[in-house]
């Protein structure tokens, strides 16, 4: 298979793609590579600017949910996070204060974490 050419154009209420192309590309080829998984959640590279792998933390996060008995599916986690992509995007933001091994002591990271909770 040989891929040539390929256009893209976001729906309206998508970031401008100059603005998430490197983004773009790089989901893209994780999911032609098979390291991202191809779903609804992949458009919050456009709505959010998030990368593939902030992706797999969300997508996690809705197979948690699920196996916890949630009632709410994964596709109803998409729909609502593309809904609101600034729910998205913090949520990823607290999961990356709470748990990246750098950058924060404890009491800045509960006053970052306490931010973001607003």
């Known amino acids: 298979i040989h891929l040539y050419d390929f256009g893209l154009l976001p ?4 970031r401008e ?10 989901a893209f080829a994780a999911a032609w590579r098979g390291e991202a ?5 992949n458009e919050l590279v456009l709505r959010a600017g998030l990368t593939w792998r902030q992706i797999v933390v969300l997508r996690a996060y809705a197979k948690y949910l699920r196996q916890t008995g949630s009632a709410f599916s994964q596709r109803y986690v998409e729909q609502t996070f593309i809904a609101h992509p ?3 995007a913090l949520l990823l933001r607290l999961f990356e204060i709470k748990f990246m091994p750098f950058g924060y002591d404890g ?3 509960a006053q970052r974490s306490d931010d973001v909770k607003g």
Do not use: I, K, S, T
């Open 86 to 88: 600034e729910l998205a």
């Open 11 to 14: 729906p309206e209420g998508h």
């Open 37 to 41: 998984e191809v779903d609804g959640f």
């Open 107 to 109: 009491d800045e990271r």
């Open 17 to 26: 793609l100059a603005e998430v192309r490197p983004q773009v590309e790089n």
